[in-house]
Every structure is written in structure tokens, then in C-alpha cells.
């Protein structure tokens, strides 16, 4: 199952909106850097598509609250994140 | 030689930036080595496939030009997100590059899945 | 490299010897390429050239060289689109060499 990783804004990239545009069941959303602005406003029920991680050093960061529907994860879980999915798509712009 | 499973994912629209040719240009350079990727257009990046594109007056080369090079390097499918044609009013029989065949694909998730590494551009 | 005079004209070229217009090309200044690389031009050399610049107008791009087997063999058949022609006719490298004398950009793709 593929792990798909969004690195920009919703609010001024499409990388979020053509993420979830190919999203498949058992897939899985990681949220980094400007990404985690998904954390905002009613972002979160919008893609709420299957489970979405967020890296909490760049949601602490940016100084957004990670919401219940996030999983919060380290650098580690990133990782293992990698380790178990494949294939894994950056969606970076 | 290995040959490895990977797709190139196409995203970006022609022009406005450089995002699109880098992305053709990463493509044939693996392809140039034997190492050719599946291909799919989706999202804006269909509008690479456009017929009848004339960038001189804007001072660029046509894309479209490169992308009909393709077979030429060895690939022979070009895959499109049929969704995304929908979108953006675009009919898939107007799309055409000599040599290939234009393959639609419906479930992009699932297309996407079939592959052990996927190069997003 | 920089430059060189033909037929009493100052052609630029880039530091690996491809031309940096190519508006400059003609058959004199393919000559001149030719002869730079060692290499005397026959009609065979020429169809090859031709076709080169067939290839560039068509797809806008020099071709490396598995994309130019294909071409010279779909365009003058396949006793002539293998590398072991091309790389007699213009050695080491066939793509950068024909591209070069063609007065093409240096193949994009080719390392």
C-alpha cells in the first residue's frame, strides 16, 4: 500500500488535493513541513480518506495544534512508516 | 541489467514553470540508460498532452515536441488519469503521440500501487 | 574552444565545441566540425546528419543514442540502425559526435 507524503499547504498547493485524488483504500497520508497546515480549519474532516500521520516537529513548529484525527509522530515512526509501506509518493509542489 | 519497476508521475502543467520539462527531461534520461519508467498523466500535468501547442512566442520549446520523443526512447504506453481529462473538458481522442499508445487509466490509486518506486514530478 | 573562422566567418562555439547558434550551421561549417573530430564526411556521414536534423525538428531534442539506433533504423533500415554503423561513422560517441557536426545542442540525456 502506498504511502503518500504532502510537504505543502493545502491552502496554497495542490499536492494535498492530487494526493487524495488517487488515494486508494489501506493507503497512508504522512503530513510534513508547510503540509501539516492541513492540521487548520476544517482540513482534517476533508481528508479524513484513511489514516493520516503528522510530523509533530514541524506541526510543534509552526505552532499548530494536531488534531484527534492525526496520529502525532517522531522521526522514528517516520521510518518505520517508509519501511512499511511501498510504493511511497512525495507530493513536494 | 536490473530493471526496476518504477513509475513517473506527471503533475504539472506545461510552461508556467520549468517542473514539467525537469520531470520529461529526468524521464529520458533514465530512459536514454535502459532504465524507461512507466508514465502516467494526471492532474493538471494532462495538459502536456494537448495538441496543437505553439510556445515560440512565449520563448519556449514545445513540450509536446519532446513528449512525442518518447517512443523514440524506448516508451511505448502513455498512461492518463481519466478523471483528470474529464475535469478539464478534455476529450481523450483529441490526445495522440506517434508511436505510443494513450492508455486510460480509471484507478489511478490502484495503478500507483502496482509499482516498487514511484518518481513524482 | 570559443571559436572559429569559416569561409571568413567568426562561428561561436561552447567549450565542448558545439555550435552556440544554430543558425550558423551550414554544410561548410559541418565540414569544419567533421574535420575537428577527425573525421572526413562521406554521403553516408551526410545521411545520418540529415536525419539528425530531421529528428531535431520533429521532437525539438538531440537524440541520445538509443533513441538514434531506433531512428536511423526506421528511417534508413535496420542494416543501418545499429550502434556499430553509427559508431564507425562517428567515433567514440555517435549521438554526441553527429550532433555536434549537425550543429545540434549536446544530447540532453546522454552522460
Known amino acids: 500500500m502506498t504511502l503518500h507524503i504532502v510537504s505543502r499547504s493545502p491552502f496554497s498547493s495542490n499536492a494535498l488535493a ?44 509552526r505552532g499548530l495544534q494536531v488534531p484527534e484525527t492525526f496520529q502525532a509522530i517522531d522521526d522514528a515512526r517516520w521510518v518505520s512508516l517508509c519501511v512499511e509501506h511501498k510504493p511511497i509518493v512525495s507530493w513536494f509542489k | 541489467m536490473m530493471t526496476t519497476n518504477t513509475l513517473a508521475l506527471c503533475r504539472q502543467a506545461p510552461y508556467g514553470d520549468a517542473l514539467a520539462r525537469e520531470g520529461l527531461e529526468a524521464i529520458l534520461a533514465a530512459a536514454a540508460m535502459d532504465q524507461a519508467p512507466a508514465v502516467l498523466f494526471l492532474r493538471d500535468g494532462v495538459f502536456q498532452l494537448l495538441p496543437e501547442q505553439a510556445p515560440s512566442a512565449i520563448g519556449q520549446k514545445s513540450l509536446l515536441r519532446n513528449l512525442q520523443a518518447l517512443p523514440m526512447f524506448g516508451i511505448e504506453t502513455i498512461h492518463v488519469c481519466e478523471r483528470s481529462l474529464l475535469e478539464r473538458g478534455i476529450d481523450a481522442k483529441q490526445l495522440a503521440i506517434a508511436g505510443a499508445e494513450i492508455e486510460l487509466v480509471a484507478d489511478t490509486g490502484g495503478f500507483i500501487a502496482g509499482f516498487d518506486s514511484v518518481l513524482s514530478f | 574552444m570559443g571559436s572559429m573562422q569559416i569561409e571568413g566567418r567568426e562561428i561561436a562555439l561552447d567549450k565542448e565545441g558545439y555550435l552556440r547558434e544554430l543558425d550558423d550551421w551550414n554544410p561548410a561549417v559541418a565540414e569544419a566540425l567533421a574535420k575537428a573530430e577527425g573525421i572526413e564526411l562521406t554521403d553516408a556521414h551526410w545521411e545520418v546528419i540529415r536525419l539528425l536534423q530531421d529528428f531535431y525538428r520533429e521532437f525539438e531534442l538531440s537524440p541520445a543514442m538509443r533513441p538514434l539506433v531506433k531512428y536511423v533504423g526506421q528511417q534508413l533500415g535496420a542494416d543501418k540502425g545499429r550502434s556499430i554503423y553509427l559508431m564507425q561513422l562517428f567515433p567514440p560517441s555517435p549521438a554526441k559526435v553527429a550532433s555536434k557536426i549537425a550543429g545540434l545542442p549536446k544530447p540532453t540525456n546522454c552522460l
Open chain 1, 18 to 61: 492530487d494526493c487524495i485524488g488517487t488515494f486508494s483504500d489501506g493507503d497512508a497520508l504522512l503530513l510534513i513541513e508547510d503540509g501539516t497546515y492541513a492540521a487548520s480549519g476544517f482540513m482534517p474532516e476533508n481528508i479524513a480518506v484513511g489514516p493520516v500521520y503528522c510530523l509533530k516537529t514541524d506541526a510543534d513548529a
